[in-house]
């Protein structure tokens, strides 16, 4: 089975999951968009309230964000994949609780086995938590590469952190240079 049916398959499956408390208020399961082909995926923590209400990770103003960071490095969102860690909306867009995370991990393992990315960027602590490890210090460890099952990860900021504290741009766009460099280094059909 190819990558796009393998993944329309899983989403199928995930759309009636019933696994965690937050099935019972989303309006949409958020199972991932963009390239199945892609060698690069980028994990957010979950959906907020505009992506549970199109289905779609990273619509709002966060999403907008992240496809102008996307423009800064040469890439547009069509060219990676985007998932996120849960993929229902926590209530008032509060962090995933460790049940949920733990409930939901096997569709974002799925995702990964299914699109074998060499390059995966968490945006934000809870995901780099869930996948880089789980002491990861975003404020930190931001911007570096550590090897996970094989994969080149690392983490940046959340957009929606950047939109709260503008602060931490110069930050990362120095994280994105690092990406774009170990992109072109790694990822052959990218760029």
């Given at each position: 089975m190819e990558k796009k049916e393998a993944l329309q398959a899983l989403q199928a499956e995930c759309l009636g999951?019933?696994?965690?408390?937050?099935?019972q208020s989303r309006h949409n399961v958020v199972f991932g968009v963009g390239d199945p082909e892609s060698e690069l995926?980028?994990?957010?923590?979950?959906?907020?309230?505009?992506?549970?209400?199109?289905?779609?990770?990273?619509?709002?103003?966060a999403g907008k964000l992240l496809d102008d960071m996307l423009e800064m490095?040469?890439?547009?969102?069509q060219q990676v994949y985007i998932a996120n860690v849960v993929k229902c909306r926590p209530?008032?867009?509060r962090d995933p609780l460790g049940e949920e995370q733990a409930a939901c991990r096997h569709w974002l393992d799925a995702q990964r086995e299914i699109i074998r990315p060499k390059l995966i960027v968490c945006l934000g602590r809870?995901?780099?938590?869930?996948?880089?490890?789980?002491?990861?210090?975003i404020t930190r460890e931001h911007g570096q590469f550590e090897d996970v099952d094989g994969v080149r990860a690392m983490a940046m900021y959340h957009p929606?952190?950047?939109?709260?504290?503008?602060?931490?741009?110069p930050e990362t766009f120095v994280d994105l240079m690092t990406l774009r460099s170990e992109a072109r280094r790694i990822c052959q059909h990218l760029y």
């Open positions: 999951c019933r696994e965690c408390p937050l099935s995926m980028f994990i957010g923590e979950g959906p907020g309230e505009n992506e549970d209400l199109q289905g779609e990770p990273f619509v709002g103003a490095i040469d890439l547009r969102r209530p008032r867009n809870i995901a780099a938590a869930a996948v880089i490890r789980s002491d990861f210090r929606a952190a950047l939109l709260r504290d503008p602060s931490k741009r």
